[in-house]
Protein backbone atom coordinates (compact mmCIF):
# COMPACT_ATOMS: atom_id res chain seq x y z
CA UNK A 1 0.00 0.00 0.00
CA UNK A 2 1.37 3.27 -0.79
CA UNK A 3 1.44 5.98 1.54
CA UNK A 4 0.61 9.76 1.35
CA UNK A 5 4.78 10.45 1.51
CA UNK A 6 6.17 7.74 -0.76
CA UNK A 7 10.44 8.54 -0.36
CA UNK A 8 12.41 7.88 -3.45
CA UNK A 9 15.40 6.43 -3.12
CA UNK A 10 18.10 7.06 -5.61
CA UNK A 11 21.27 4.42 -5.49
CA UNK A 12 24.40 6.57 -5.44
CA UNK A 13 26.44 5.53 -8.67
CA UNK A 14 29.70 4.74 -7.44
CA UNK A 15 33.39 3.64 -8.77
CA UNK A 16 32.57 -0.03 -9.02
CA UNK A 17 29.39 0.41 -11.27
CA UNK A 18 31.83 2.41 -13.67
CA UNK A 19 34.54 0.12 -14.03
CA UNK A 20 31.79 -2.47 -14.88
CA UNK A 21 29.92 -0.57 -17.09
CA UNK A 22 29.79 -2.39 -20.56
CA UNK A 23 29.76 -0.56 -24.13
CA UNK A 24 26.03 -1.56 -25.47
CA UNK A 25 24.15 -1.54 -29.19
CA UNK A 26 23.19 2.09 -28.02
CA UNK A 27 24.58 4.64 -26.17
CA UNK A 28 23.59 5.19 -22.34
CA UNK A 29 23.53 7.11 -19.42
CA UNK A 30 24.51 6.63 -15.51
CA UNK A 31 23.27 9.12 -13.28
CA UNK A 32 25.99 10.46 -10.63
CA UNK A 33 23.13 12.51 -8.99
CA UNK A 34 22.73 16.86 -8.93
CA UNK A 35 22.82 16.67 -13.29
CA UNK A 36 26.15 14.70 -13.52
CA UNK A 37 25.75 11.60 -15.04
CA UNK A 38 28.30 9.74 -17.40
CA UNK A 39 27.50 8.68 -20.70
CA UNK A 40 28.93 5.24 -21.78
CA UNK A 41 29.32 4.90 -25.79
CA UNK A 42 28.61 1.65 -28.25
CA UNK A 43 32.61 1.90 -28.63
CA UNK A 44 33.06 1.62 -24.36
CA UNK A 45 34.14 5.20 -24.34
CA UNK A 46 33.00 7.31 -20.91
CA UNK A 47 32.73 11.06 -20.93
CA UNK A 48 31.44 13.03 -17.73
CA UNK A 49 28.57 15.50 -18.52
CA UNK A 50 26.70 18.06 -16.88
CA UNK A 51 23.49 19.65 -16.85
CA UNK A 52 22.29 22.63 -15.21
CA UNK A 53 19.93 25.37 -16.12
CA UNK A 54 20.55 28.89 -16.80
CA UNK A 55 18.07 31.36 -17.93
CA UNK A 56 15.57 29.42 -18.27
CA UNK A 57 17.16 27.17 -20.85
CA UNK A 58 18.09 23.50 -19.77
CA UNK A 59 22.01 23.34 -21.15
CA UNK A 60 25.09 21.26 -20.18
CA UNK A 61 29.05 20.79 -20.24
CA UNK A 62 31.60 18.14 -20.69
CA UNK A 63 34.19 17.78 -17.66
CA UNK A 64 36.42 15.08 -18.98
CA UNK A 65 35.94 11.59 -19.27
CA UNK A 66 36.88 8.61 -17.58
CA UNK A 67 38.70 7.22 -16.04
CA UNK A 68 40.98 10.14 -16.57
CA UNK A 69 38.60 11.77 -14.38
CA UNK A 70 37.60 10.29 -11.61
CA UNK A 71 33.76 9.91 -10.17
CA UNK A 72 35.43 12.10 -7.23
CA UNK A 73 36.66 14.36 -9.36
CA UNK A 74 33.67 15.12 -11.73
CA UNK A 75 31.73 15.81 -8.69
CA UNK A 76 34.21 18.56 -7.67
CA UNK A 77 33.68 19.62 -11.03
CA UNK A 78 29.80 19.67 -11.25
CA UNK A 79 30.01 21.09 -7.83
CA UNK A 80 31.94 24.36 -9.35
CA UNK A 81 29.18 24.34 -12.39
CA UNK A 82 26.10 24.46 -9.78
CA UNK A 83 28.25 27.77 -7.81
CA UNK A 84 28.58 29.33 -11.03
CA UNK A 85 24.94 29.19 -11.76
CA UNK A 86 23.87 30.25 -8.06
CA UNK A 87 26.23 33.13 -8.38
CA UNK A 88 24.29 34.20 -11.35
CA UNK A 89 26.75 33.58 -14.23
CA UNK A 90 26.71 30.76 -17.22
CA UNK A 91 29.49 28.26 -16.86
CA UNK A 92 29.68 27.74 -20.62
CA UNK A 93 30.31 31.26 -21.49
CA UNK A 94 32.80 31.79 -18.09
CA UNK A 95 34.39 28.63 -19.33
CA UNK A 96 34.83 30.26 -22.80
CA UNK A 97 36.28 33.36 -21.48
CA UNK A 98 38.68 31.23 -19.45
CA UNK A 99 39.88 29.60 -22.80
CA UNK A 100 40.18 32.50 -25.05
CA UNK A 101 42.07 34.12 -22.42
CA UNK A 102 44.55 31.23 -22.00
CA UNK A 103 44.95 30.49 -25.52
CA UNK A 104 47.79 31.89 -27.79
CA UNK A 105 46.58 31.01 -31.23
CA UNK A 106 46.27 27.59 -30.98
CA UNK A 107 42.57 27.36 -29.99
CA UNK A 108 40.87 25.45 -32.81
CA UNK A 109 38.34 28.10 -34.13
CA UNK A 110 41.47 30.56 -33.87
CA UNK A 111 43.12 28.23 -36.49
CA UNK A 112 40.19 27.63 -38.51
CA UNK A 113 40.10 31.31 -39.13
CA UNK A 114 43.93 31.16 -40.18
CA UNK A 115 43.50 28.10 -42.08
CA UNK A 116 40.38 29.74 -44.21
CA UNK A 117 41.90 33.34 -44.30
CA UNK A 118 44.84 31.62 -45.33
CA UNK A 119 42.98 29.53 -48.24
CA UNK A 120 40.10 31.49 -49.24
CA UNK A 121 42.49 34.07 -51.37
CA UNK A 122 42.89 31.26 -54.09
CA UNK A 123 38.63 30.22 -54.24
CA UNK A 124 35.67 31.83 -55.86
CA UNK A 125 33.91 34.36 -53.64
CA UNK A 126 30.88 31.78 -53.07
CA UNK A 127 33.02 28.96 -52.31
CA UNK A 128 35.03 31.15 -49.35
CA UNK A 129 31.69 32.29 -48.10
CA UNK A 130 29.92 28.90 -48.13
CA UNK A 131 32.92 27.31 -46.70
CA UNK A 132 33.14 29.75 -43.66
CA UNK A 133 29.33 29.59 -43.06
CA UNK A 134 29.49 25.96 -42.66
CA UNK A 135 32.39 25.78 -40.37
CA UNK A 136 31.60 28.58 -38.45
CA UNK A 137 27.97 27.15 -37.81
CA UNK A 138 28.73 23.50 -37.18
CA UNK A 139 32.36 23.05 -36.45
CA UNK A 140 33.32 26.54 -34.26
CA UNK A 141 29.87 27.13 -33.05
CA UNK A 142 30.62 23.83 -30.71
CA UNK A 143 34.29 23.74 -30.21
CA UNK A 144 35.78 26.81 -31.32
CA UNK A 145 37.18 27.42 -28.07
CA UNK A 146 39.10 24.26 -27.51
CA UNK A 147 42.67 23.52 -27.66
CA UNK A 148 43.08 21.57 -31.28
CA UNK A 149 45.56 19.92 -29.36
CA UNK A 150 42.75 18.23 -27.25
CA UNK A 151 40.61 17.90 -29.73
CA UNK A 152 39.93 13.59 -29.90
CA UNK A 153 38.41 11.78 -32.32
CA UNK A 154 35.51 11.11 -30.20
CA UNK A 155 34.72 14.24 -29.50
CA UNK A 156 34.76 15.66 -33.24
CA UNK A 157 32.31 12.61 -34.50
CA UNK A 158 30.11 13.87 -31.81
CA UNK A 159 30.46 17.43 -33.40
CA UNK A 160 29.33 15.92 -36.66
CA UNK A 161 26.75 14.06 -35.35
CA UNK A 162 24.81 17.22 -35.25
CA UNK A 163 24.65 17.80 -38.63
CA UNK A 164 23.76 13.61 -39.23
CA UNK A 165 21.14 13.90 -36.41
CA UNK A 166 19.44 16.38 -38.69
CA UNK A 167 19.32 14.54 -41.89
CA UNK A 168 22.14 16.42 -43.00
CA UNK A 169 24.47 13.73 -43.97
CA UNK A 170 26.34 15.57 -47.12
CA UNK A 171 26.87 18.19 -44.81
CA UNK A 172 28.59 15.94 -42.09
CA UNK A 173 30.53 14.65 -44.51
CA UNK A 174 31.41 18.29 -45.56
CA UNK A 175 32.55 18.80 -42.61
CA UNK A 176 34.94 16.33 -41.91
CA UNK A 177 36.51 17.37 -44.72
CA UNK A 178 36.73 20.57 -44.13
CA UNK A 179 37.91 19.87 -40.40
CA UNK A 180 41.22 17.39 -41.86
CA UNK A 181 42.35 20.27 -43.44
CA UNK A 182 42.03 22.58 -40.13
CA UNK A 183 43.97 19.89 -38.73
CA UNK A 184 46.61 19.54 -41.32
CA UNK A 185 47.08 23.32 -41.43
CA UNK A 186 47.33 23.26 -37.86
CA UNK A 187 50.12 19.80 -38.31
CA UNK A 188 51.97 21.45 -40.51
CA UNK A 189 52.15 24.73 -38.20
CA UNK A 190 53.01 22.95 -35.23
CA UNK A 191 50.12 23.18 -32.90
CA UNK A 192 48.86 19.68 -33.42
CA UNK A 193 50.43 16.45 -33.48
CA UNK A 194 47.39 14.27 -35.49
CA UNK A 195 44.46 15.00 -37.14
CA UNK A 196 41.16 13.00 -35.96
CA UNK A 197 39.21 13.89 -38.74
CA UNK A 198 41.76 10.79 -40.74
CA UNK A 199 40.71 8.92 -37.41
CA UNK A 200 36.62 9.04 -37.80
CA UNK A 201 36.77 8.22 -41.75
CA UNK A 202 33.91 5.18 -42.21
CA UNK A 203 32.24 6.54 -38.93
CA UNK A 204 29.71 8.22 -40.38
CA UNK A 205 26.59 6.50 -42.38
CA UNK A 206 27.23 7.59 -46.53
CA UNK A 207 25.74 10.36 -47.95
CA UNK A 208 24.02 9.31 -51.24
CA UNK A 209 24.81 11.49 -53.90
CA UNK A 210 22.07 12.34 -56.24
CA UNK A 211 21.43 14.92 -58.97
CA UNK A 212 19.61 18.24 -59.12
CA UNK A 213 16.20 17.20 -60.25
CA UNK A 214 15.15 18.34 -63.26
CA UNK A 215 12.92 18.58 -66.32
CA UNK A 216 13.88 17.17 -69.70
CA UNK A 217 10.66 15.59 -71.62
CA UNK A 218 9.78 18.70 -73.89
CA UNK A 219 6.14 18.97 -73.67
CA UNK A 220 7.14 19.74 -69.86
CA UNK A 221 9.63 21.95 -70.81
CA UNK A 222 7.73 23.56 -72.80
CA UNK A 223 4.64 24.38 -69.73
CA UNK A 224 7.49 25.30 -67.36
CA UNK A 225 8.84 28.07 -69.85
CA UNK A 226 5.16 29.06 -70.23
CA UNK A 227 4.32 29.13 -66.60
CA UNK A 228 7.77 31.01 -66.18
CA UNK A 229 6.92 33.55 -68.70
CA UNK A 230 3.19 33.48 -66.94
CA UNK A 231 4.69 34.55 -63.86
CA UNK A 232 3.19 36.99 -61.78
CA UNK A 233 6.51 38.31 -59.81
CA UNK A 234 8.84 41.35 -59.80
CA UNK A 235 10.22 42.64 -62.96
CA UNK A 236 13.77 41.59 -61.52
CA UNK A 237 12.91 38.10 -60.38
CA UNK A 238 11.25 37.30 -63.52
CA UNK A 239 13.83 38.45 -65.24
CA UNK A 240 16.09 36.67 -63.93
CA UNK A 241 13.38 33.56 -64.27
CA UNK A 242 14.15 34.09 -68.02
CA UNK A 243 17.36 34.41 -68.02
CA UNK A 244 18.42 31.42 -66.12
CA UNK A 245 16.75 29.13 -68.42
CA UNK A 246 18.88 30.37 -71.38
CA UNK A 247 22.44 30.69 -69.79
CA UNK A 248 23.23 27.10 -68.45
CA UNK A 249 25.27 28.89 -65.73
CA UNK A 250 25.46 28.15 -62.03
CA UNK A 251 22.58 30.19 -59.60
CA UNK A 252 25.45 31.59 -57.63
CA UNK A 253 26.75 32.98 -60.53
CA UNK A 254 23.42 34.75 -61.90
CA UNK A 255 22.46 36.23 -58.61
CA UNK A 256 25.44 37.79 -58.72
CA UNK A 257 25.93 38.82 -62.29
CA UNK A 258 27.35 42.02 -62.29
CA UNK A 259 26.32 45.40 -65.22
CA UNK A 260 30.38 46.04 -65.65
CA UNK A 261 31.15 41.65 -66.62
CA UNK A 262 28.70 42.69 -69.74
CA UNK A 263 28.96 43.24 -73.25
CA UNK A 264 26.04 43.62 -75.08
CA UNK A 265 26.93 44.88 -77.73
CA UNK A 266 29.14 42.02 -78.22
CA UNK A 267 26.78 39.54 -77.04
CA UNK A 268 29.13 38.76 -74.23
CA UNK A 269 29.13 37.53 -70.36
CA UNK A 270 32.66 37.20 -68.80
CA UNK A 271 32.05 36.59 -65.63
CA UNK A 272 35.35 36.90 -63.85
CA UNK A 273 38.33 34.23 -62.52
CA UNK A 274 37.34 35.07 -59.13
CA UNK A 275 33.56 34.13 -59.06
CA UNK A 276 33.90 31.20 -61.08
CA UNK A 277 34.48 27.53 -58.93
CA UNK A 278 37.34 26.91 -61.70
CA UNK A 279 39.61 29.92 -61.05
CA UNK A 280 39.48 30.89 -64.96
CA UNK A 281 36.91 33.24 -66.55
CA UNK A 282 34.43 31.74 -68.17
CA UNK A 283 32.32 33.11 -71.17
CA UNK A 284 28.94 33.04 -71.63
CA UNK A 285 27.77 33.44 -75.41
CA UNK A 286 24.51 36.29 -75.24
CA UNK A 287 21.50 34.52 -77.08
CA UNK A 288 18.98 37.24 -78.94
CA UNK A 289 16.10 36.19 -76.21
CA UNK A 290 19.38 37.05 -73.13
CA UNK A 291 20.11 40.53 -74.71
CA UNK A 292 16.27 41.37 -74.64
CA UNK A 293 16.04 40.20 -71.27
CA UNK A 294 19.11 42.37 -70.09
CA UNK A 295 17.61 45.46 -71.82
CA UNK A 296 14.55 45.40 -70.29
CA UNK A 297 15.97 45.31 -67.12
CA UNK A 298 18.59 47.46 -67.67
CA UNK A 299 16.02 50.51 -66.77
CA UNK A 300 15.66 49.26 -63.45
CA UNK A 301 18.96 48.04 -62.35
CA UNK A 302 21.14 49.43 -64.96
CA UNK A 303 22.41 52.34 -62.71
CA UNK A 304 23.69 50.22 -59.76
CA UNK A 305 26.14 47.25 -60.07
CA UNK A 306 24.06 44.20 -59.65
CA UNK A 307 21.64 43.11 -62.29
CA UNK A 308 19.45 41.06 -60.09
CA UNK A 309 19.57 42.93 -56.79
CA UNK A 310 17.99 42.24 -53.92
CA UNK A 311 14.64 43.33 -53.09
CA UNK A 312 15.72 44.93 -49.44
CA UNK A 313 18.85 46.57 -51.23
CA UNK A 314 20.32 47.30 -54.73
CA UNK A 315 23.59 47.36 -53.40
CA UNK A 316 23.42 43.55 -52.55
CA UNK A 317 22.66 40.81 -54.77
CA UNK A 318 19.40 38.63 -55.04
CA UNK A 319 19.79 35.67 -52.76
CA UNK A 320 19.73 32.15 -55.05
CA UNK A 321 16.57 31.48 -52.81
CA UNK A 322 14.60 34.29 -54.53
CA UNK A 323 14.70 31.69 -57.69
CA UNK A 324 13.43 28.32 -55.59
CA UNK A 325 10.91 30.38 -54.41
CA UNK A 326 9.72 31.40 -57.58
CA UNK A 327 9.71 28.09 -58.82
CA UNK A 328 7.78 26.70 -55.32
CA UNK A 329 5.16 29.16 -56.23
CA UNK A 330 4.17 28.30 -59.35
CA UNK A 331 4.01 24.65 -58.13
CA UNK A 332 7.13 22.92 -58.80
CA UNK A 333 8.54 21.00 -55.94
CA UNK A 334 12.83 20.24 -54.88
CA UNK A 335 11.40 17.33 -56.64
CA UNK A 336 10.15 18.38 -59.96
CA UNK A 337 12.91 20.96 -60.56
CA UNK A 338 15.91 23.32 -58.92
CA UNK A 339 17.42 26.39 -60.33
CA UNK A 340 20.43 24.73 -60.61
CA UNK A 341 18.29 21.99 -62.81
CA UNK A 342 17.99 24.72 -65.69
CA UNK A 343 21.56 22.96 -66.16
CA UNK A 344 20.88 19.78 -66.04
CA UNK A 345 17.76 20.28 -68.78
CA UNK A 346 20.08 21.85 -70.76
CA UNK A 347 23.03 19.63 -71.02
CA UNK A 348 20.69 16.74 -71.19
CA UNK A 349 18.62 17.79 -74.56
CA UNK A 350 21.92 19.27 -75.93
CA UNK A 351 23.39 16.14 -75.82
CA UNK A 352 20.45 14.42 -76.91
CA UNK A 353 20.31 16.23 -80.00
CA UNK A 354 23.71 16.25 -81.27
CA UNK A 355 25.73 19.12 -80.12
CA UNK A 356 29.42 18.55 -79.25
CA UNK A 357 29.65 17.66 -76.11
CA UNK A 358 33.22 19.06 -75.27
CA UNK A 359 31.13 23.06 -76.20
CA UNK A 360 28.33 21.73 -74.15
CA UNK A 361 31.12 20.86 -71.14
CA UNK A 362 33.31 24.40 -71.83
CA UNK A 363 29.41 26.26 -71.52
CA UNK A 364 28.64 24.29 -68.44
CA UNK A 365 32.06 25.27 -67.34
CA UNK A 366 32.66 22.06 -65.51
CA UNK A 367 36.04 22.13 -64.00
CA UNK A 368 38.92 20.80 -65.97
CA UNK A 369 41.35 18.32 -63.99
CA UNK A 370 44.23 19.09 -65.91
CA UNK A 371 44.66 22.59 -64.84
CA UNK A 372 47.44 24.03 -67.45
CA UNK A 373 45.06 23.02 -70.10
CA UNK A 374 42.29 24.23 -67.59
CA UNK A 375 43.83 28.06 -68.32
CA UNK A 376 43.08 27.60 -71.98
CA UNK A 377 39.53 25.99 -71.59
CA UNK A 378 37.44 28.93 -71.11
CA UNK A 379 37.69 30.59 -74.97
CA UNK A 380 37.61 27.07 -76.20
CA UNK A 381 34.58 26.37 -79.09
CA UNK A 382 33.50 29.93 -78.89
CA UNK A 383 31.74 29.87 -82.58
CA UNK A 384 30.20 26.69 -82.09
CA UNK A 385 28.61 27.89 -78.34
CA UNK A 386 27.85 30.71 -79.66
CA UNK A 387 25.19 28.93 -82.25
CA UNK A 388 24.34 26.41 -79.50
CA UNK A 389 23.05 29.58 -77.73
CA UNK A 390 21.21 31.26 -79.74
CA UNK A 391 19.72 27.53 -81.00
CA UNK A 392 18.91 26.68 -77.42
CA UNK A 393 16.94 29.91 -76.87
CA UNK A 394 15.14 29.20 -80.02
CA UNK A 395 14.25 25.25 -78.93
CA UNK A 396 12.88 26.41 -75.65
CA UNK A 397 10.85 29.50 -77.19
CA UNK A 398 9.19 26.84 -79.55
CA UNK A 399 8.57 24.67 -77.39
CA UNK A 400 7.05 27.17 -75.24
CA UNK A 401 4.64 28.40 -78.15
CA UNK A 402 3.73 24.86 -78.02
CA UNK A 403 4.97 23.93 -81.24
CA UNK A 404 6.16 20.50 -82.20
CA UNK A 405 9.61 21.38 -82.94
CA UNK A 406 12.56 19.75 -84.56
CA UNK A 407 15.11 18.63 -82.05
CA UNK A 408 17.77 21.43 -82.75
CA UNK A 409 21.11 20.74 -84.44
CA UNK A 410 19.32 16.98 -85.80
CA UNK A 411 21.61 17.37 -88.76
CA UNK A 412 24.89 16.47 -86.88
CA UNK A 413 23.37 13.73 -85.63
CA UNK A 414 22.75 12.58 -89.34
CA UNK A 415 26.10 13.24 -89.90
CA UNK A 416 27.82 11.10 -86.93
Not at 27 to 51: C, D, E
Not at 220 to 233: E, H, P, W
Not at 294 to 309: E, N
Request: hydrophobic content about 35%; overall charge positive.
Amino acid sequence: MVTRKQVVVTVALTDIQIRNSKAKAKQYKLSAGLGLYLIVTPKGGKWWRVRYRFGGRQKELSVGTYPEVTLKTAKVRRDEIRKTVTNGQDPAVERKTEKIALSSGDTFGEIALEWHNSQSSSWSKSYAKRTFGRMNANLIRWMGGDAISEITPQSLLAVLRRAESRGALYTAHKLRQIASQIFRYAIATGRAVHNPAEEIKGALPPANTTHYATITEPKAVGRLMRDINNYKGTPVVCAALKFSTYVMSRPVNIAEAEWSHFDLDGAVWRIPMESMKSKQQHIVCLSQQVLSVLTSIHSLTGRGRYVFPSVRSDSRPMSIDTLRSALRRMGYTSKDITTHGFRGMASTMLNEQGWNGDAIERQLAHVEGNSVRAAYNHAQHLPERKKMMQAWADYLDGLAAGADVVPINSANKERL
